[in-house]
């Protein structure tokens, strides 16, 4: 007699991408505290934290619009030109004093939105690939930026500079605008019609549209919030810098760095799979990465070996993972399958 398939282990204990990209996130912190202890620093002093906060707020920000961009099966590369040009516009605005602040990041956030309505007008509208639209809309960006400003730009008033300045605690109040970011977004995503829509489109936009999904609609708000979202980061590093600087976002690599944020934190890239929380401990973990290279004086070209790895082993475990997870061709299954909870 044929031996019976045994049964599959509970689903409760199966642990999900977001816990296994948090797990390493603690792994990074333990070891980065002790290689920064070896030389004799305090890897928890202040000062370091306040580094690690900040350098996860600007990326957080940007990795939270790619995200969404991602989820609906696209792409956005012209987030760094984004960057650069909110922080010029913004600069420009502002410099003819305080009173200029909100007129500035009004028309920053509104100029933003409209390249993120055209990204997602080209994508949606046009069947062109995000790939390939928002790095035609990076090469436009890029080519102004070049041709109109030569180095930095306009100014920051005292005002607007104490956003980067001031703290609640340890805690950079840039921050905590980035967390609430996140948690919106994550509202969004679980309790509204867009943030479903999302899902669905990124996970088959055909099947969408036959179920009576407007298909375009979620495209163009994601490439619009991505946009406006690298728009806010642009304006906290005018405020941190004091200056527009037309090169900040490419210098930054806010592309691919966001991307690959995206991928560390569980999404993945063909969209309609993954979640905002998994994507901000993938920024934390770059983050604590780049500090502790720093500290250790890390070779920058290495720098880059180690981020590479951490993203190939990473996408490679989520991959052999969803492979032991497909059902069985014949005979029982390899083990159960993924709940539609899973895929966010």
Known sequence: MAALPRPALPRSRHLTSTG?????????????????????????????????????????????????????????????????????????????????????VLVTLLLAAVIGLVNGAVVSGLKVHGFIATLGMGLILSGYLASNFQGSFGRAPREFRLLDATRIGPVPIATLLMLAAAVLAILMLRRTRLGHHLYAVGGNADVARMSGIRTAAPVVAAHVLCSVLAAIAGLLLLARLGVGQPTVGSQGSYDLMSIAAVVLGGTLLAGGKGNISG??????????????????????????????????????????????????????????????QEAR
Request: hydrophobic share 55%; proline share 3%.
């Open 20 to 104: 296994i990209v948090y797990g390493v996130l603690v792994i990074a912190i333990v070891v980065g505290a002790l290689m920064t202890a070896s030389k004799g620093r305090n890897f928890f002093s202040v000062g370091n934290i306040d580094n690690i906060l900040t350098t996860t707020t600007i990326l957080g920000f940007i990795a939270i619009g790619q995200t969404l961009v991602i989820l609906v099966g696209s792409l956005d590369l012209s987030v760094p030109f984004v960057v650069s040009l909110a922080s010029v516009t913004g600069a420009g605005i502002m410099a003819d004093g305080a009173g200029r602040i909100v007129p500035a």
């Open 279 to 340: 994507t901000i401990a993938g920024v934390a973990i770059f983050a604590v990465l780049d500090n502790v290279m720093g500290v250790m004086q890390t070779d920058p070209f290495l720098k880059d070996v180690v981020r590479g790895l951490v993203i190939v082993v990473a996408v490679a475990v989520y991959a052999r993972r969803d492979l032991d997870r497909r059902p069985a061709r014949f005979g029982g299954t390899v083990g159960p399958a993924v709940t539609a």
